[in-house]
């Protein structure tokens, strides 16, 4: 089966290639050897529909061979091509679900990146990173949280009701965090994760500081606390 699917993935007829794509993932579980190598040049290929299908092979395969398709989700996250790119943070949801801190490991580096549509993408994930109860997740919240983009903080402040279901006393630092923010609606998350966690001295003294923010919608919301 291994050497009937190498010869297909190499077969000059566009449909071969394709229909060893669609079964790619299925067989990797077998034998990888060098299924990624001959997965990366047909994301390459010259047909539309070859590219296309390599694109959703990968999909499939990066939540069964992780440490298989590392290298090759590394470089795709990255694309300059849109579709390529799309398909790539696809796979890496998808990886987030099954390997959560596979999927942590890149989104550590993936919000160091200088690309902020990169940064921004990765803070887009970390509601439901911070899903797995994790000190990791946290620490990506934490340092999303404090990035210049005001869209990463955005994305990222999405992750503290997440938070708040689980584990109250981070969603409270977390809260302090973008209660200041520059970004309106990163300060209008904190108020609304303070009114989740009301109750306790901490909280009632973030209030009070809130009550006195410049911002008119949040001096409302603390007072209406």
Known sequence: MYDALILALKDPLPENRIASLQVLH??????????WDLLAELL???????????????????????????????????????????GAWK????????????AMAHLDVLLREDDVDLRRR????????????????????SWALQDADDKVRDNASKAIRTVTQHEPRQALIFAEMALFDTYKPVRKRAVQALQKLSGSSRVNALIIRGCSHKDLEIRTNCRNH
Request: proline share 5%; hydrophobic share 40%.
């Open 122 to 141: 990765s803070a887009n994930l970390l509601s439901n990173a911070a899903n797995r109860k994790s000190a990791i997740a946290w620490d990506l919240v």
């Open 26 to 35: 299925i067989c990797s579980c077998i034998k990888p050897d060098g299924l």
């Open 44 to 86: 390459d290929d010259d047909i539309l529909e070859v590219r296309n299908t390599a694109i959703k092979s990968l999909i499939a395969s990066v939540p069964i061979f992780p440490s298989g398709c590392e290298v090759l989700l590394y470089i795709e996250l990255r694309h300059e091509y849109k579709s390529r790119r799309n």
């Open 91 to 102: 796979a890496l949801n998808e990886l987030l679900k099954k390997w959560p801190d596979a």
